[in-house]
């Protein structure tokens, strides 16, 4: 008696196994593939919706990006200097005034973003060992970094002087020291 019945439950989930590896069957053949549903799933999504965002995947983004740090152009750094004869006004210095702060705050968070840079570059651990022991040995990356520091440093003291010759200027042709607060 407990024979027939083991062997009904055998018979029994071996006939639901079966039943349910047809209906399996079934609903692929009726989808096909996950990756045919996905992409038929996608075609629908992108007729139906408005394109209102550029969604970067791994199917659309370029292969031959560069990612860095597009070089500053050079700005000229002197103060506007009065031709013979030509008096400015306060709407005249405030502006170039603003111009060189604009500028020299610019130049300061250069700086800090390069002596970030320099200080990652310090503490850089390179997977490859030849990268590494090249740059133990020559410190190419470091010292790149530190003569763009000094430049942006340069280019902070041309502001401060761009400055002090503006204030020279309003001195030499009379206007109020108020002008340039």
Not at 68 to 80: K, L
Not at 116 to 121: A, E, P, R, V
Not at 127 to 135: E, R
Not at 152 to 181: F, H, M, N, V
């Amino acid at each position: 008696m407990r024979r027939h019945f083991y062997a009904r439950v055998i018979l029994l989930s071996a006939l639901a196994g079966v039943i349910g590896l047809a209906q399996a069957a079934a609903q692929s053949t009726q989808f096909g593939s996950l990756g045919d549903l996905a992409r038929k799933l996608r075609e629908e999504k992108t007729k139906s919706a408005t394109k209102s965002v550029k969604v970067y995947t791994n199917d659309n983004i370029p292969k031959n990006v560069v990612i860095g740090v597009a070089p500053m152009p050079v700005v000229e750094t002197a103060a506007p200097q009065a031709s013979a004869g030509e008096i400015h006004d306060e709407k005249y210095y405030r502006k170039a005034k603003q111009e060189i702060v604009d500028r020299k705050q610019m130049h300061e968070r250069e700086l800090e973003v390069l002596q970030q840079k320099l200080g990652q570059n310090n503490m850089q651990f390179y997977a490859d060992p030849n990268k590494s022991l090249q740059q133990e040995y020559s410190r190419t990356d470091i010292t790149k970094l530190q003569e763009d520091i000094d430049k942006k440093k340069a280019q902070i003291a041309d502001d401060d002087k761009a400055l002090s010759d503006l204030e020279d200027q309003l001195r030499r042709e009379g206007g109020e020291p108020g002008w340039l607060r």
